[in-house]
């Protein structure tokens, strides 16, 4: 009895153990992005690019190594069943999905413009401030517990931000003048709010994809990523040709390229 009972705990404990190597995994992911993500764009900025869509669309066109994990997960449930879904999500929770991706694409570029007239510290502080959004977000749509230490750290970082705005010409870029860095404050405590918004609403939507007592698996939560992130960049892409994003980049070429071409002449 006792092997049997060694026998049935194992799938357990590795299961366990997959799950917190997982966890492990993408906090040292979403670290490595939200840390060197603002440094790589605001070095953009301050080496003379203007490209705001650009470097919104940079932030979610990553979105195809997630097709790894979803692939992952389609071969063993295939493995084990011969008939299963090439998905695990419902098609309306894709649709919900499909939305909520347009609306961080809208955020990642007015975080993007934010950055332009911002440093990296007084934005990293700003952005911080979605916590108190996604708290009271989180009330309103799931009814999210509050808790003291939730409270507190509503506060501070709403302290924090206060004390900056009082301080708005002791940080500011070279060449950024007094009114585009309100601009840009304004924009990344929007930006704030809205990821504060589009978190509780992410997992709104994983509650109705579960649906009917099921577990919200890695599985479904990739594969509402890779939506997002899909949708997330196709609206940057439309952005970016609305812009001329493009145009101007084939412009810069050609104008590389002439002088070369007329000396070889």
């Known amino acids: 009895m006792d092997v049997e009972a060694r026998k049935d705990s194992t799938p ?63 071969a063993a449930r295939r493995a084990r069943d011969r008939a299963a879904p090439v998905l695990l999500t419902p098609p309306r929770v894709l649709l919900a999905a499909a939305g909520l991706g347009v609306a961080t694409g809208a955020d990642n570029f007015i975080y ?27 009330f309103l749509i799931v009814r999210q517990r509050l808790t003291p230490a939730t409270v507190n750290a509503v506060a501070l970082l709403t302290a924090g931000a206060a004390v900056l705005g009082l301080h708005v010409s002791s940080d500011r870029p070279a060449g ?24 509780p609403l992410v997992e709104l939507t994983y509650k109705r994809a579960a649906g009917g007592g099921r577990a ?10 890779l939506v997002m992130g899909f949708f997330a960049t196709v609206f940057c ?29």
């Not at 992911?29 to 953009?44: E, S």
């Not at 950024?176 to 589009?198: E, Q």
């Not at 609305?242 to 050609?254: G, N």
Request: overall charge positive; proline content about 3%.
């Open 176 to 199: 950024v003048t007094r009114g585009k860095y309100l601009l840009g404050f304004a924009l990344a405590l929007g930006a704030a709010a809205l990821y504060g918004l589009i978190l």
């Open 216 to 225: 919200v698996t890695y599985a479904l939560v990739m594969e509402m990523q």
């Open 12 to 74: 357990t404990t590795r299961g366990k153990v997959m799950r917190r190597l997982l966890v492990v995994l993408n906090c040292g992911m979403l670290a490595l992005g939200t840390t060197a993500g603002p440094l790589l764009t605001r070095l953009y900025y301050d080496k003379g690019g203007q490209r705001q869509w650009l470097s919104a669309w940079l932030q979610s066109v990553g979105w195809p190594l997630l097709l790894l994990p979803v692939a992952a997960s389609y």
């Open 112 to 138: 993007a413009y934010s950055l332009r007239y911002l440093p990296v510290s007084t934005s990293a502080i700003l952005i911080s401030t979605q916590l108190a959004f996604t708290v009271f977000f989180a």
């Open 237 to 265: 892409t439309v952005g970016m040709i609305i812009d001329k994003d493009f145009q101007v980049r084939a412009q810069i070429s050609y104008v590389a390229y002439v002088p070369v071409f007329q000396e070889q002449v």
